[in-house]
Structures are given as C-alpha cells and as structure tokens.
C-alpha cells in the first residue's frame, strides 16, 4: 500500500518537474525566436513538447503492463493522430495559407499530448495475444 502511494507521488513529482521544464524551454525558444527573427523555432516545440508530455502521462496508466502491441490502436488511433499533429509544421513550413491551419491551431495542442498518450497505450496492451 505504501509502495503505490510513494510511486504515484513520484509521478505527481516527475510531471511538475516536466511541466517546469517544459515552460523553460518554450520561454528559452521563444525569446530566442524573438531575438533572431526566426519563427519557425517555436512550432517545433509546441509539437514536440505535448507528445513528450502525453507520453509521460500515459506511464501512470501502463505502469505495471507488459510490452505487447495493439496494432489495430497503432495503425487506427496513433498514425492519424501524429499525422495531424504535424500538419500545422509542414504548412507553415511551407507557406501554405490554408484557413484550416489558423482554426487548427487553437485546438492544436491537444492532438500531439493525445498522440503520445495513444502511442503509449497501444504499446503496453492489456490483452493477451492471441493464437494466429
């Protein structure tokens, strides 16, 4: 019972220390995108960062599951996920003026964290293979 306990406050620990570190570098990025005139610096770390940080969460789910792939959750849930989290990267990137991009990035943040958590659960699945 104790172990749990100290485990799960670990983990409250690890993700205030993630999210510190996490706004650290966005502040960092930021202020040295503003100082170069370089603003595609930023758009790499608001995707990297959420996926890193739904990875990070998921843990707390996966904990004690063995490694075994859910292809069906991989191929259905995280590809398209991470495709659409790097939409807004190659857009910008490519000076594409589609009008999807500016709604899109409002809720934008939220597609890598749930990426990373997907890629997570599908890879420390609960079911046991079966035979074929």
Same mark, same amino acid.
């Given at each position: 019972? !104790?172990?749990? +306990?100290?485990? =799960?406050? $670990? +983990? !409250? ?6 999210l510190? !570190? ?10 040295? #995108? ?6 595609e610096?930023?758009? +790499?770390?608001? *995707?990297?960062?959420p996926?890193?940080?739904?990875? =990070? ?8 599951? #063995? ?17 659409? *989290?790097? =939409?807004?990267?190659?857009?910008i990137? #490519?000076? +594409? ?6 709604? =899109? ?10 990426? $990373?958590?997907?890629?997570m ?6 079911? #046991?293979?079966?035979?074929g």
């Amino acid at each position: 019972m !104790i172990r749990s +306990w100290v485990g =799960y406050t $670990g +983990w !409250i620990l690890g993700l205030c220390l993630l999210l510190g !570190i996490e706004h650290m570098i966005q502040q960092r990025v930021s202020q040295i #995108a503003t100082q170069t005139f370089q603003g595609e610096m930023p758009i +790499w770390t608001d *995707s990297l960062l959420p996926f890193v940080l739904g990875l =990070y969460v998921a843990t707390i789910f996966v904990w004690r599951r #063995a490694l075994h792939m859910n292809k069906k959750l991989f191929i259905g849930a995280f590809i398209p996920l991470f495709l659409l *989290s790097g =939409y807004p990267l190659v857009a910008i990137l #490519a000076h +594409w003026m589609i009008p999807f991009v500016m709604t =899109y990035m409002t809720i934008y943040p939220v597609l890598p964290t749930l990426a $990373g958590l997907i890629f997570m659960m599908s890879l420390f699945d609960v079911k #046991a293979p079966r035979g074929g």
